[in-house]
Nanobody, 124 residues
């Protein structure tokens, strides 16, 4: 069993930055890919970014490419999402997820464990 807990969300002005963290319990964290997804009010959940088990492979949604950076620290069982140049359309609840495999994936159905989410609100 793995438990995921996100932190770092909040209210920020457009153009600002936030760093989200996701701490994982369990000894198998370093063996699996991790991702961030988000869900805005009235919209479906969407893929944001993913990182492979080693951190050597990453994938980003086109909407965040060049602004967001995903990384992980396996020694700390933590994955991060650095968000820069935030826009009002980035407002959403952000979820981290652990995949049942080592390589990155953009499909939510590939992820076995999910956190409770952290709210990010970007004001214009």
């Amino acid at each position: 069993q793995v438990q995921l807990g996100e932190s770092g969300g909040g209210l920020v002005q457009a153009g600002g930055s936030l760093r989200l963290s996701c701490a994982a319990s369990g000894r198998t964290f370093s063996s699996f890919a991790m991702s961030w997804f988000r869900q805005a009010p009235g919209k479906e959940r969407e893929f944001v970014a993913a990182v492979s088990w080693s951190g050597g492979g990453t994938s980003y949604a086109d909407s965040v490419k060049g602004r967001f950076t995903i990384s992980r620290d396996n020694a700390k069982n933590t994955v991060y999402l650095q968000m820069n140049s935030l826009k009002p359309e980035d407002t959403a609840v952000y979820y981290c997820a652990l995949k049942g495999g080592r390589t990155v994936s953009r499909s939510g159905t590939d992820y076995l464990y999910w956190g409770q989410g952290t709210q990010v609100t970007v004001s214009s």
